[in-house]
């Protein structure tokens, strides 16, 4: 089977597989805007629909909007709205935005003339659905079980989680949300992890905390959050972080499976007033696949989903999004012909100054697509100093298998299916450290990829440390744990030390719980960023004081900066205790710092 491109799709995936209790069913097809399963028998959709038309408060017509003003106080805000022919729906005054419904097709330049309003637009060029006056609650699928055994598949193993185990599963007390099209919570591998309490439906921007109300009304959610965190209980499959607890925030809209801006905003700011320590977000925000500064409801767009991305960082949430699936350069976008995809798309020229949103905005961690090796995932979306860091997201043969609503499992290929490896990963890193910050995960995501290198393809630029096609790498479930192998370990400085001319300084690791001597094959990856690399001599020192030469650069290498892996024989020395990196400049001019350094036992 090949893997279609499917750029269509606001959702970050692709072909599908079912499974369910040890029995498997292709569909031959991906499943698209018309035709998405929203996980509802046909007759309470149908029913629900009649009942929505009558919903109080509802015309046809209505269009969303968002009016941004400055964070604390929305009230003046809000009595502008209802003034100029609108209601609110919606308001969140810790970022300064309001959602607003309007029939008025001059609502928005009306509200872009009062005073303390500084951005308006247009969320959406379709009508709301009148479900948003009056939800219907999504459908409980009956189960099936499973006689389906936990192995070792074969993205799991890429990212050394399958030894990850063995060290640590995660903590109960990290929770990921998972922003998607819902989670079937009685799936027999979810069920374990699922926190109901935190659980809500974000869809049509306003928290819908029902019970249920999270639910999938699709399939793809489901999917991400087995492989974030599906329980290791011996049967199905087993997610990259089985310890953790996972949340449902459902910013899908049923029928549709449209992501909007006020869902986005809504599911960040529940994320931040719920203490998640990391969410996944497979998708991006519709209905433009990039939104524009110089449109002023994309402007609108881009600041209200910022700041609510910004807020959710600010109470301790690292956001990790998926990069997409159209075969994209991301650093050097040209055009878009796929936006609105609520109505009619049109094509239209972009710059760079566009962006996927959440995936481009500042703090999320953007995750490209590998297939079953070091290749990047034919589909897979990339760009130079855009992409963060890869992980597997299959690619032909090898799709990535998971959990499905019912108590089924099947394959799916996409971005979508790499990024909860990467949220895994992040709540492993959040179990070992629970002080660390989302700036602390997002560097030690980075820090501890493998670095891969480009293939012979003229559109990854970059090194082999970072690149187009992978970031700073695929990333490891291992080294997250506090482990690199069986006795092994990885220890890591990434605090900067500033490296002054004719100096010598020193960065401290200090290892603990490693038994005995040091290996005759000690890893020392270093990572100095200098503007002139002739200037230094770089050793390392062990806990006794003796020195290990790793490199005295020639006087004459003018090249920036040093990021290399050393291989060093200290199987003489005692492993335990406080090493060093040395760095000495011996020169005038060029300065630098220590940016990170590590050891691999």
């Given at each position: 089977m090949t893997t279609p491109r499917i750029s269509q799709h606001r959702l970050r995936r692709s072909l599908l597989s079912v499974a369910a209790a040890g029995a498997a069913l292709a569909l031959a097809t991906p499943a698209g805007a018309a035709d998405v399963d929203t996980g509802l028998p046909p007759g309470p959709a149908t029913a629900a629909?009649?009942?929505?038309?009558?919903?109080?408060?509802?015309?046809?017509?209505?269009?969303?909007?968002?009016?941004?003003?400055?964070?604390?106080?929305?009230?003046?805000?809000?009595?502008?709205?209802?003034?100029?022919?609108?209601?609110?729906?919606?308001?969140?005054?810790?970022?300064?935005?309001?959602?607003?419904?309007?029939?008025?097709?001059?609502?928005?330049?009306?509200?872009?003339?009062?005073?303390?309003?500084?951005?308006?637009?247009?969320?959406?060029?379709?009508?709301?659905?009148?479900?948003?006056?009056?939800?219907?609650?999504?459908?409980?699928?009956?189960?099936?079980?499973?006689?389906?055994?936990?192995?070792?598949?074969?993205?799991?193993?890429?990212?050394?989680?399958?030894?990850?185990?063995?060290?640590?599963?995660?903590?109960?007390?990290?929770?990921?949300?998972?922003?998607?099209?819902?989670?079937?919570?009685?799936?027999?591998?979810?069920?374990?992890?699922?926190?109901?309490?935190?659980?809500?439906?974000?869809?049509?921007?306003?928290?819908?905390?029902?019970?249920?109300?999270?639910?999938?009304?699709?399939?793809?959610?489901?999917?991400?959050?087995?492989?974030?965190?599906?329980?290791?209980?011996?049967?199905?499959?087993?997610?990259?972080?089985?310890?953790?607890?996972?949340?449902?925030?459902?910013?899908?809209?049923?029928?549709?499976?449209?992501?909007?801006?006020?869902?986005?905003i809504c599911g960040f700011m529940w994320a931040g007033d719920r203490g998640f320590d990391v969410t996944n977000n497979s998708y991006y925000t519709d209905p433009w696949m990039f939104n524009c500064p110089d449109d002023p409801d994309q402007a609108a767009i881009i600041e209200g989903v910022r700041r609510a991305q910004e807020y959710a960082e600010g109470k301790g949430s690292l956001q990790v999004a998926a990069a997409g699936n159209s075969n994209y350069d991301l650093a050097n976008k040209r055009s878009d012909s796929e936006s609105p995809n609520d109505s009619t798309p049109v094509d239209r020229t972009i710059t760079n100054a566009c962006i996927d949103i959440p995936t481009e905005l500042p703090g999320v961690v953007t995750v490209a697509a590998m297939g079953n090796g070091n290749i990047k995932a034919s589909y897979s979306n990339f760009g130079r100093d855009v992409i963060d860091v890869a992980a597997p997201g299959g690619d032909g043969a090898y799709g990535v298998y998971s959990t499905l609503p019912g108590g089924k499992y099947g394959n799916m290929n996409g971005t979508s299916m790499a990024s909860p490896h990467v949220a895994g990963v992040a709540a492993l890193l959040k179990s070992a450290d629970p002080a660390a910050t989302p700036a602390d995960l997002r560097a030690r995501l980075g820090s501890q990829s493998t670095d891969t290198a480009c293939p012979s393809d003229s559109r990854c630029t970059g090194t082999t440390a970072k690149n187009a096609f992978f970031g700073e790498g695929q990333v490891d479930a291992l080294k997250a744990v506090g482990g690199t192998g069986q006795p092994g370990r990885y220890f890591e400085s990434t605090t900067d030390v500033t490296v002054a001319d004719n100096a010598t300084v020193e960065s401290p690791i200090s290892v603990t719980g490693v038994t005995g001597n040091a290996p005759a094959a000690l890893k020392v990856g270093v990572d100095v960023k200098h503007t002139y690399r002739g200037d230094l001599v770089l050793s390392l020192v062990a806990p006794d004081g003796s020195v290990y030469s790793l490199e005295d650069f020639a006087d004459g290498d003018s090249a920036d900066d040093v990021v290399k892996t050393y291989t060093v024989d200290a199987s003489s020395e005692t492993a335990s205790g406080t090493w060093k990196l040395r760095v000495r400049d011996i020169a005038a001019q060029d300065t630098g710092r220590i940016d990170a350094w590590n050891l691999t036992f």
């Open positions: 629909g009649k009942l929505a038309q009558s919903a109080a408060g509802w015309a046809a017509g209505t269009r969303s909007y968002l009016v941004i003003t400055a964070p604390g106080d929305t009230s003046a805000a809000r009595n502008a709205v209802t003034a100029n022919g609108g209601s609110v729906f919606a308001h969140y005054d810790a970022i300064g935005v309001v959602v607003a419904h309007s029939t008025s097709a001059g609502f928005a330049t009306a509200m872009r003339s009062v005073a303390g309003v500084q951005k308006v637009g247009a969320t959406r060029t379709s009508d709301v659905p009148a479900d948003a006056y009056s939800p219907t609650l999504p459908g409980a699928p009956a189960q099936s079980s499973t006689t389906l055994t936990e192995t070792a598949r074969w993205d799991m193993t890429r990212i050394n989680a399958d030894k990850a185990w063995a060290v640590s599963t995660g903590s109960p007390a990290v929770t990921v949300g998972v922003l998607d099209t819902g989670v079937d919570e009685r799936h027999q591998d979810i069920a374990p992890n699922f926190d109901a309490a935190d659980s809500v439906s974000c869809a049509y921007g306003k928290a819908d905390t029902r019970s249920g109300a999270w639910r999938d009304v699709g399939t793809h959610g489901t999917h991400v959050a087995g492989t974030i965190a599906a329980a290791k209980n011996g049967k199905g499959v087993v997610g990259v972080a089985p310890g953790v607890k996972i949340a449902s925030v459902r910013i899908a809209e049923p029928s549709t499976s449209m992501f909007f801006a006020e869902n986005t």
